[in-house]
């Protein structure tokens, strides 16, 4: 199997960041929403959406917004990739990954960002999350990059990443754009994301 690397598209001015004051009064952000969503419910959110290179009628709409404490992971710690399909199990089915597929776009405030491979990598077929980082915490030399802040990327079910933890308090905002053709068919139940998880502690297992 083939696993990627992301690709940069554009970076985004710094005026886009909402205010301190703006991020500890609104909602933790938007699930699986749009920008009709965004403007109601976030609308401190919205000049970062509307700076995305692509149109965003075509994407679910989801931005978490963190307030860290040292130590703390916005997101899962350890290799993973997003929107992997699953079967009526439940059950993660890498191999159904498309390779035409419209790719993801990801989009962070600033530290802590997301790590990356820097180069594409090939492995065996998995079944799960954990195979996956299994292979990965197994390879010597194995590149990785962190992200840049305010950059639009895309990636697809077949790039993974994972959580770094933040070195100081901070608000992070992260926005990913899910193509709708790739979205997942369960039902919305709120489009509002009235709390977000933070991992704790580093070795997180699958």
Known sequence: M???????LKASPTEVLPTTEELSTGFCGIHRGSMADVREHTPHLVKILEDAPVDLNDYEIDIKVHMLMKGQFPCIPNWHCDNVPRLDTGELAYDQVKSDQ???????????????????????DVETHGELSHYLRSMANLSTVKVPERTWLTMDQMTPHRGTAATKPCWRVFVRL?????????????AIRRHCQVYLPANFHW
């Not at 899910?178 to 709120?190: D, F, L, Q, W």
């Open 102 to 124: 419209t790719p993801m776009l990801l989009w962070v405030s600033g530290s802590p960002t997301t790590e990356f491979l820097a180069n594409d990598v090939e492995l065996p």
């Open 2 to 8: 083939e696993f990627k690397a992301p690709n940069y």
């Open 178 to 190: 899910t193509p709708k053709s790739i979205a997942t068919v369960r039902p919305v139940i709120s």
